[in-house]
């Protein structure tokens, strides 16, 4: 056993067309009691000037954005009632992680294992001193532990769930056998959330540290539940550069007329160019089974058109991610093959947003000391109200009954319940 050494394939891929992949999808959506089938994982929309005042507005953590792969953590048994685990990328695959290669042990219980449990995070490759590549898995999110459905807790609750039952046991395992971490597929860890106005921070102390690549941040919404799909309180903040737009590319060759040299040949029809410079039409999704509707043309040099011919790939119908120069000119970056469909034209209209009216990574800093202020604000009335309740409590387990005449405690112990242990999530 070694770690992984390609994010993109983790695993072994269950075929397409599979009956157990089919099977695999259908017990997600179950535990998750949900009919769909698709990607179950939650999506952040592009930050945009007016989030300014929803970060002043809620409670929101602030994580680093790392330039890695998305994958939600499927923890089962198989038909022989072993661990197994799965990573579910975006486009809805299962990759079958080989056995005896990541354990996740109970409380008090290291041959102990979860099912019935999602996770979500994202595969990185970390850089490692000395040299090398150490394959890890961040978490940031937990929607189901061990069959008890979290996803309408708090964020700040569905990590402590993560923490306290899954991840406190796995970390404590391998601090006792540390000889057994470089026989695991990947590390895991719990990725770094911190107050949204700790952005300041951000920047200068915790994204140039980062053993991996990064291309922004990420601030979710403390209040709100998991959310399937696109999340209005997920935000997604790149710097200007590193906003962008998965279209489907679409090429267009011209058509050469036939020559001498053509007709004496025998080709005698119109025929397409390969060779020559194509039309890059982009296509966004339309969603409802419609088919990808053009959005536009990508801008491309004559250079680059030799280097993308050069590497010998499909391009035709292939998500490609592009940014949009200052011309408003959209430009090629690079592919996204882990990707099956577009962005959605929605998404596309809020990453423009994002683009024309964006915010600097100095109007973050600027407001960070106003959504302090604002949350500290949150807080101490969320305190003063617990001190009230409290009191209004005492009241009334203090209040005479009966025309004035306490009750003894002994005589009061039949009808008191019993505080007990809390209940551990089934």
Known sequence: MA????????????????????????????????????????????????????????DYFVCEKSDGMRYLLYLTEDEHGREAQYLIDRKNDYWYIPPDELHFPIQNDRQGFHINTLIDGELVMD?????????????????????????????????????DHIFSPYKKLYEEFPEEKPHLRFLTELKAMNFSYAIQMMFTDVLPRL?????????????????HGTDQHILKWKPENENSVDFRLVLDFPLIQPDTIDRAEGITEPYLDYDSLPTCNLHVHAGDGKDDTWYGTMY???????MMKAAGEPWNDRIIECWMDERRRWRYMRPRDDKTVANHISTVESVIESITDRVTEKDLIAVAGNIRTQWKRRAAEVDQKEVERKRNTSVSVNAPVNGGAKRKAEEQAAARPSPGPPVRPQ
Request: hydrophobic letters at 35%; proline letters at 9%; one cysteine or more.
């Open 300 to 306: 491309l040099e004559p250079e680059q058109w030799e």
């Open 3 to 58: 770690p992984l050494d390609n994010i993109s394939a983790p695993g072994i891929r269950v075929p397409a067309g599979e009956p157990l992949l089919y099977n695999m999808r259908q017990e997600v959506a179950s535990l998750l009691n949900r009919k769909n089938i698709n990607f179950p994982g939650a999506q952040p929309v592009s930050f945009a000037r007016r989030h300014l005042e929803e970060l002043a507005r809620k």
């Open 211 to 227: 053993p991996h690549g990064n291309d922004g941040l990420i601030f979710t919404c403390r209040e709100t539940e998991y959310k």
């Open 127 to 163: 850089k490692v001193p000395g040299g090398g590549m150490q394959p890890k898995y961040l978490v940031f999110d937990c929607l189901v532990l061990d069959g008890n459905n979290l996803m309408s807790r708090t964020l700040d609750k569905r990590i402590a769930y993560f923490r």
